[in-house]
């Protein structure tokens, strides 16, 4: 029995100002790589039928209020995110408007993606420029290196079974140093942290709704174009993504974010900060499989490793792990599930 669906029944039936209606059963709106779950439900009374979201939050594994925080600062400057129209963080329950059914990743294609990506480029610059990074946690040394560590944990360690020598390590702790120091040099704005093709909607207005923006941070410049761009998800041609990558960077010297003197070191800082990021992906992907049974992000790991390679490849100051990469991406093609 879920006694978690039962009390979040409960909880929906004892909300005051809809007692005018009902809600019909909630039913799995989508899943995700945290504790949380979402639920679909419609609310009818005699004037609407509105469809809405409830978040499952179990307290003692998820906190709801970075949301609820996150979702107020970013409907007040205009984004297109889910509002929260009840809450019980002791139960972690939310009740949240419905962005719909239809992700970036579920419709993307050669004939739409430039219309989505300009969107979705567009709303990051207005979140970089408006968005108030002080309201958010510092993206600090300790935790850039925490999530890379994740990459060798997780991954080399334990799914692919790899440890590194004394040259590797050595290397692969100056890698992560050159990694940090290029992610906190850059102007530090408000970071989504997650943004790509399965936390933005599509939508008729208003043009992306964005989920799953708990984790903002004040971070890199960098680090949310890079998400999107070279996502983990769905790859684009190099050529394509440069295009938009000059674009984007056009937008934000036009807002006053960056100089166009800066372009080249631009290109390097958004380099490193997927680099960064795709070596916590993999090890990200691998931990939901070993640690929580989530197997369906193993399929992903080529894709973040091909980013790693190819990009570091560029740079003489990643050679050591790009050899590491393709040594440990031979070895996760050998590894049976």
Known sequence: MDLRFSKMQTWLAGLAQYQEGEFSSPVPASSDASFRRYFRTHY???????????????PEKEDCRPFVEVSN???LLGFHVPKVLEQDLSQGFLLLTDLGEHTYLS???????ESLYSDALGALARLHQHGDPSTRPIYTAQLLGQEMALFSDWLGQT?????????????WLQTQQCLIKSALAQPQVYVHRDYHSRNLMVTRD???GILDFQDALKGPLTYDAVSLLRDCYIRWPADQVGEWQREYFLTLCQKN??????????VQAMDWMGIQRHLKAAGIFARLYHRDGKDSYLKDIPTTLGYITEVG??????????????KLAFQFAQ???
């Open 107 to 113: 419709v993307l294609s050669a004939k739409n993606v």
């Open 206 to 208: 208003n043009n992306p």
């Open 257 to 266: 974010l960056i100089s166009q003197s800066e372009w080249s070191g631009f």
């Open 44 to 58: 009818k009374d005699r004037f609407s039928d509105k469809s809405l979201i409830i978040m499952d939050a179990p």
């Open 73 to 75: 600062h970013l409907d």
């Open 335 to 337: 590894v049976k599930i």
């Open 159 to 171: 799914h692919c079974e790899m440890s590194m020598n004394r040259l590797e390590n050595q290397a």
């Open 313 to 326: 490849a560029r740079y003489a100051e990643m050679r050591s792990l790009v050899d590491w990469t393709e």
